[in-house]
């Protein structure tokens, strides 16, 4: 049962415009959301993570906005670079464990 | 200075083998973490480590054992190898308190023949 989703294996951005990936996620508890990017041959880094009692959180070019209503949230990365070009993991995580949940992960092309 | 390093980068071995990956992380934090990423890109923890405590084992085979001499060092050691261990392997640490990122390290790539 996944509990954090990520619906588009792929997803192809002009250089400069705005990149918008999405996540939904079935369990209310979740405390936490975060992004985290992964390079080939690497392991994920920590991007950007946002409490379940915000409905933003800004970073430089990285935002993150959460629709607990809808259960949805979604990083926006503005304007986009090509080293932005990975593939993006959305997680959740409860204050009662240090579980993380991953979702499948998105794969971002920027294109020049 | 790597803040999580895991060896070996790369494992190939025969099914039935015993094989160790070793991770250490030079960040002081307190918990370490053992996930598998399966072909289907899944990135699932099997392990959870507290101050050489286990925290977190999410029905993992007995064949894999994970062991931490000191909070600095999280090791996991794999008996009778099966096809299906084939995956990447990454440790990650964290600390106790605040948000609850994780840092990851570069990650095994386990391929059992």
């Known amino acids: 049962d996944q509990q954090v989703k990520q619906n588009s294996p792929s997803l192809s951005v002009q250089e400069g415009r705005i990149s918008i990936l999405n996540c939904d996620y079935t369990?209310?508890?979740?405390?936490?959301f975060l992004w985290y990017k992964k390079y080939p041959a690497e392991g994920p880094t920590f991007l950007i993570s946002?409490?379940?009692?915000?409905d933003k959180n800004e970073d430089g070019r990285f935002t993150v906005f959460l629709n607990k209503s809808a259960k949805h949230l979604s990083l926006h990365i503005v304007p986009s670079q090509p080293g932005d070009s990975a593939v993006y993991f959305c997680?959740?995580?409860?204050?009662?464990?240090?579980?993380?949940?991953f979702g499948k992960g998105t794969r971002l092309h920027i294109l020049p | 200075d790597t803040a999580v390093s895991q060896t070996p980068k790369y494992l190939v071995t025969q099914m039935g083998n015993d094989k160790s990956i070793k991770c250490e992380q030079n960040?002081?934090?307190?918990?370490m973490y053992w996930y598998k990423q399966d072909s289907k890109k899944f990135l699932k923890i099997m392990f959870s480590?507290?101050?050489?405590?286990?925290?977190i084992n999410e029905t993992v085979p007995n064949r894999f054992s994970p062991k931490s001499p000191d909070k600095a060092h999280l090791n996991l050691h794999i008996n009778s190898l099966e096809l299906g261990d084939s995956a990447v392997y990454f440790c990650?640490?964290?600390?106790?308190?605040?948000?609850?990122?994780?840092?990851f390290g570069p990650g095994t790539r386990l391929t059992v023949l």
């Open positions: 946002i409490s379940s009692i915000k």
């Open positions: 369990n209310s508890m979740f405390d936490y």
């Open positions: 990650a640490s964290s600390q106790a308190s605040g948000v609850p990122s994780q840092y």
């Open positions: 480590y507290n101050n050489k405590e286990l925290i």
């Open positions: 997680a959740a995580n409860t204050n009662r464990d240090d579980k993380i949940i």
């Open positions: 960040l002081g934090h307190d918990t």
